[in-house]
């Protein structure tokens, strides 16, 4: 089953997530111009070095599920991950390769919600989004754009 890109979202220091059209992802660093990759965000010292926080994904019926089902708004962007998939279940990625365009990445494991987000939007956002984010790695650097399918 393909998926699609349905969001992109970066954030530079200190600023919210804003949404892109595109953009260029690189090996082994991350999201060119997000926080992360610049080594500017919260816990970029502690996470120096581990390619499993490249870069980060969530499925948009997961917020669409969310914001049902406790009459929230949480927008796609306020998730704080960097790419919102439609239609391919990201927990079959975990220990697989996939494509976005040119690029190529591992899913490495579940992204769980933060308590950040939590402080900002409502507690219950924490289990209800448990278990569905995916951290993964870029393995082949690209441009990647809203709309690219997923393909494994």
């Known amino acids: 089953m393909a998926g699609k890109i349905l969001g992109i ?3 530079g220091k200190g600023s919210r997530p804003t949404p892109q059209i595109s953009a260029l992802v690189e090996a082994n660093r991350g999201i060119v111009g ?3 990759y610049d080594g500017e965000g919260t816990f970029s010292e502690k996470l120096a070095g581990n390619r499993k926080r490249e870069i980060t994904f969530i499925a948009s019926e997961e917020i669409d599920e969310f914001n049902a089902a406790q009459h929230e708004s949480l927008g796609y962007g306020d998730a704080l991950r960097n790419i919102v998939t439609q239609g391919i279940p990201l927990k079959e990625l975990i220990g697989q390769e996939f494509s976005i ?3 190529k990445f591992l899913g490495i494991e579940h992204c769980e919600p ?3 987000l939590a402080s900002t939007v409502n507690q219950k956002v924490l289990p209800h989004l448990a278990h569905t984010g995916l951290r993964a790695a870029i393995l082949t650097s690209g441009k990647i754009e ?3 399918e997923i393909s494994r």
């Open 9 to 11: 979202y970066i954030a």
């Open 34 to 36: 997000d926080r992360y």
């Open 101 to 103: 365009g040119p690029a």
């Open 114 to 116: 933060c308590a950040h």
């Open 146 to 148: 809203v709309g690219d």
